[in-house]
């Protein structure tokens, strides 16, 4: 079973930036599509970035395109989300998402979540 644990939520000020990780239990991941997803204060989860197995294909949702950066070093089993120029309808527990196949609504493991919070 693939666990995967994120990291680098917090609270900060509109414009700011974070670097959200997420760590894989095992190097089967190094072969699937990791994602990230969030869900903010009384709305549904949504999807917010992928990138597939080798680093070469990325997409991203919107509302973050140009904002966020999506990469993967598959030597640490992780996965990142740079968030650049965030605002506060940013502000969501962000989860990592991982599986062989994407699909829209989410792949086979989910880590627990970190919150980021953006203040205005």
């Known amino acids: 079973q693939v666990q995967l644990v994120e990291s680098g939520g917090g609270l900060v000020q509109a414009g700011g930036s974070l670097r959200l990780s997420c760590a894989a239990s095992e190097r089967t991941v190094s072969t699937y599509v990791m994602g990230w997803f969030r869900q903010a204060p009384g709305k549904e989860r949504e999807f917010v970035a992928r990138?597939?197995?080798?680093?070469?294909?990325?997409y991203y949702a919107d509302s973050v395109k140009g904002r966020f950066t999506i990469s993967r070093d598959n030597a640490k089993n992780t996965v990142y989300l740079q968030m650049n120029s965030l605002k506060p309808e940013d502000t969501a527990v962000y989860y990592c998402n991982s599986g062989p196949v994407f699909t829209t609504g989410g792949m086979n493991y989910w880590g627990t979540g970190t919150l980021v919070t953006v203040s205005s």
């Open positions: 990138i597939n197995w080798s680093g070469g294909s990325t």
